[in-house]
């Protein structure tokens, strides 16, 4: 079956950076698009970066465009989410999230979700 296992959060002083990873396993990773999801106390997830099955395109959320990057190693069967210049409020937890369709990540709907990882950014 389909796994997406994330790793790298942890606690950040704002201005910080963290990698998440995320390992996927169970699917053909390159013809899948990728997404990052974030999901903050008492608010609904939503979306924060996405990239397509070879990386030939890249769309993020306009709260982390140009500190986030999102980017994959389709022969390690992982996507990452380099955050740069954190703020306190991009905590939250985050999640990998994977679709053969772009357009289903961007609207929000994934056909995979991993377990989340938390990223806490202190002020």
């Known amino acids: 079956q389909v796994q997406l296992v994330e790793s790298g959060g942890g606690l950040v002083q704002a201005g910080g950076s963290l990698r998440l990873s995320c390992a996927a396993s169970?699917?053909?990773?390159?013809?899948?698009?990728m997404g990052w999801f974030r999901q903050a106390p008492g608010k609904e997830r939503a979306f924060v970066a996405a990239?397509?099955?070879?990386?030939?395109?890249?769309y993020y959320a306009d709260s982390v465009k140009g500190r986030f990057t999102i980017s994959r190693d389709n022969a390690k069967n992982t996507v990452y989410l380099q955050m740069n210049s954190l703020k306190p409020e991009d905590t939250a937890v985050y999640y990998c999230?994977?679709?053969?369709?772009?357009?289903?990540?961007?609207?929000?709907?994934?056909?995979?979700w991993g377990q989340g990882t938390q990223v806490t950014v202190s002020s």
């Open positions: 169970g699917l053909t990773f390159s013809a899948y698009a």
């Open positions: 999230a994977a679709s053969p369709m772009m357009n289903k990540l961007r609207a929000g709907v994934s056909d995979y």
């Open positions: 990239i397509s099955g070879r990386a030939f395109s890249t």
